[in-house]
């Protein structure tokens, strides 16, 4: 089983008419969903309020086939994201965190014995406590072997003090073994300017890839997927056409896609990631790039279910 660790969340999206219409989500929430539309065995492992959201939230879970044995209840309320798109359908974000439910999660200890992969990123690992949470669950379980995937999923609004973030990255990528991360969150984990040329990326995920992940896969928007593989090949996948609604979820999609063909295809374990030749690799990415695709033509973070995808 996949477990996927992190916030859900209520995102308050712009209608037509100027209003702001909820929608329920956050990144590792949209993981989630997706794996599990894609018919993937997935958990989802978080703090969720007992609010009315909480409860829409918990529903979509199992309506998407995701199990919430590890999903805590808690008093707080949900934590809201109001949503600005611009022209070209990107979403910047303003949020309410204080006091949330997902940012108290505790410590599950040890995940059951049938987890194969743990899935972390965005909020989760950077509001506390639940943050520090979240961390242990990667150190540990990465020690017993299961293949941790990593998505920043960067809000850099919320980060105080971003070169202690930064720090604190550079620490977990040793107990990583899939990083996905888009183009402009590793030229701002790396401390670049926002326009630096792609090469300077990769030459800071291929640094990355050697502290430790098997492979890193970079999302670059209209240009496609590309992945820096073990044996030192980057390979491009071109862009799914496809008339953009908004990019809500586009990135999720693209993890939990990803964690739903190594599934499929008995690669879920940093060794079988390692593993994998370019004819794979392009066969993984044209399918989460499939999948993004599709949200991206829907209002808001609606993964397709495996079917849509033929």
Known sequence: ????????LVDLVPT?????????????????????????????????????FGDRLVERLHASGVRTDLVQRGPEPTTLAVVGLADDGSARYSFYVEGTADRLVADPGPLPDGVRAVSFGTLSLVLEPGASAYEAVLRREAG?????????????????????????????????GLLKVSVEDARWLAGL???????????????????????????????????????????????????????????????????AWLHHHDA???????????????????????????TCSRAGAEPPFRAELG
């Open 193 to 259: 300017p926002a326009d630096a040329p792609e090469d300077d990326v990769l030459e800071v995920a291929r640094e990355w890839r050697a502290a430790g992940p098997a492979a890193v896969v970079l999302t670059r928007g209209g240009d496609g997927l590309a992945v820096l593989t073990t044996a030192g090949d980057v390979i491009h996948v071109p862009p799914t056409p496809v008339e953009v609604v908004d990019t809500i979820g586009a990135g999720d999609t693209v993890q939990g896609a990803l964690l």
């Open 1 to 8: 089983m996949i477990v996927v660790a992190g916030e859900a």
């Open 268 to 294: 879920l374990s940093t060794e079988a990631v390692a593993a994998l030749d370019a004819g794979r690799w392009r066969e993984a990415l044209a399918f989460a790039g499939a999948a993004a695709a599709i």
């Open 144 to 176: 017993r072997g299961a293949l941790t995937a990593l998505d920043p999923n960067v809000r850099a609004g919320l980060i105080p003090d971003p070169a202690a973030y930064r720090a604190r990255y550079a620490s977990w990528l040793p107990h990583v």
């Open 16 to 52: 037509p008419g100027g209003d702001l219409a909820p929608r329920l989500g956050g990144g590792p929430y949209n993981v989630a969903v997706a794996a599990g539309r894609l018919e993937a065995p997935v958990g989802f492992l978080s703090r969720v309020s007992a609010d009315l």
